[in-house]
């Protein structure tokens, strides 16, 4: 499912990790982050991250890990097209993460004023609401 605006809720962008994390029910979730991604609404993915985790489960970085559609499906995932008005942003942010996906989420979640769940501590250096 693919959206275009954001819904009235928080959000939270769940980062490519996580995706794997809830997909195999990994422990080093927090039980607090899962138990705020789990209650939410509907789980949001940014295009970026979708695109990106399918990209690295097709280049077997992921070993088992199911396809990026089963996850999706699985879990009742809403994919949030990357706005177009947020390239600038982007491509504005300072170098703390040399990933420019990761730089794409964060101005998304800027833009569109929700949080991140990611453990990626470089991503919290970024002036971005963060799950944990």
């Given at each position: 499912?693919?959206?275009n605006a954001?819904?009235?809720?928080?959000?939270?962008?769940?980062?490519?990790h996580i995706l794997?994390?809830?997909?195999?029910?990994d422990q080093r979730l927090p039980k607090t982050a899962l138990e705020r991604l789990i209650c939410e609404?509907?789980?949001?993915?940014?295009a970026v991250t979708a695109?990106?985790?399918?990209?690295?489960?097709q280049r077997g970085r992921f070993g088992d890990a199911p396809p990026f559609a089963q996850i999706?499906?699985?879990?009742?995932?809403a994919v949030?097209?990357?706005?177009?008005?947020a390239w600038p942003l982007a491509s504005e942010l300072p170098q703390i993460h040399r990933d420019p996906i990761d730089r794409m989420l964060v101005a998304h979640a800027i833009f569109e004023n929700c949080e991140i769940a990611t453990a990626d501590s470089n991503i919290r250096r970024y002036p971005v609401k963060t799950l944990w």
């Open positions: 499912m693919v959206r954001a819904s009235s809720t928080t959000m939270i962008f769940a980062d490519t794997l994390w809830l997909a195999s029910a609404e509907q789980l949001i993915v940014s695109w990106e985790y399918a990209d690295l489960q999706e499906s699985d879990l009742t995932l949030l097209d990357f706005p177009a008005a």
